[in-house]
């Protein structure tokens, strides 16, 4: 986790630029029945039925110094596509930094092996690779934009990829005329600060569970001992009693009072 929020906290660097990089799935839908548009006083109506055309998938690169996001659409998402996206981040974006720091999470494809079937090795040893700890996908940056771009753009039917790449670009070159960044406000301080508290949380919870664990072995010998929870009373020792309620009292269980 410091690895990454470390490179988020060094300065803009031409040569060395920060590419956030994610992906997502967009279904693509088609109205079987025509909506009715908005009329004066009158939201938009949509029939609940609909029919599916497959899926796309959205590949997001931001560049969150610089104010910048490039959106491709592809058909799926496996190495040869995301291939195709680094290509394109090296070779049309990015032609003469020295090193491109890529922020990505954890998906099966975003590993070196990708990198080299997609560029030549001098080319791949260009890339610096920034990958998130597992399920730690949430501080990559391109998850933001993701957000953005799904609100503001994708909430609606595409029938097909050309229509749903029709809306997007409007959104992309709106963004990038404003150079609309990303104020990042979590630091490595902050994360150092939660991971104390999580792990005092946590030692509290285990212990808290050990203390549940032994209370119930003991009341569980003590149901064996005295005899079912749910049956009839036996005398023990001279005396009725009945272990469910003895549990319940405390009496079998020495940690069930605390």
């Known amino acids: 986790m ?17 590419v ?3 992906e997502a799935s967009k279904q693509l839908i088609a109205e079987t029945r025509k909506s009715i548009p908005v009329a004066p006083g009158k939201p938009k109506r949509v029939d609940a039925e609909y029919r599916r055309c497959g899926t796309a998938s959205v590949f997001m690169m931001t560049a969150p110094w610089e104010g910048k996001r490039h959106v491709r659409i592809r058909q799926q998402r496996k190495r040869g596509e995301f291939a195709e996206v680094i290509r394109h981040v090296c070779d049309d974006i990015y032609p003469d ?4 720091v890529l922020g990505m999470d954890n998906l099966n494809t975003h590993n070196t092996a990708s990198l080299y079937e997609a560029l030549e090795p001098q080319e791949a040893r260009r890339l610096a690779e920034k990958l998130t700890p597992k399920h730690g996908s949430w501080l990559n940056m391109a998850e933001i934009e993701l957000s953005i771009l799904s609100r503001q753009c994708m909430d609606g039917y595409f029938e097909s990829i050309e229509e749903l790449t029709t809306a997007i670009v409007p959104w992309e070159v709106s963004r990038n005329e404003k150079k609309t960044g990303i104020n990042w406000r979590f630091t490595t301080d902050d994360a150092r600060i939660n ?33 079912s929870s749910s049956g009839p009373a036996k005398p023990i020792f001279g005396r009725t009693t009945n272990a469910y309620q003895e549990a319940r009292e405390g009496s079998c269980c020495p940690l069930g009072s605390q």
């Open 2 to 18: 410091e690895d990454v929020l470390e490179v988020y906290l060094r300065p803009r660097n031409d040569k060395r630029p920060l």
């Open 20 to 22: 956030c990089l994610d």
């Open 97 to 100: 930094a020295e090193k491109i």
């Open 195 to 227: 991971r104390v508290l999580s792990v005092s949380v946590h030692e509290k919870i285990s212990f808290r569970g050990y203390r549940l664990v032994i209370a119930g072995t003991f009341c569980w010998i003590g149901g064996l001992w005295h005899g």
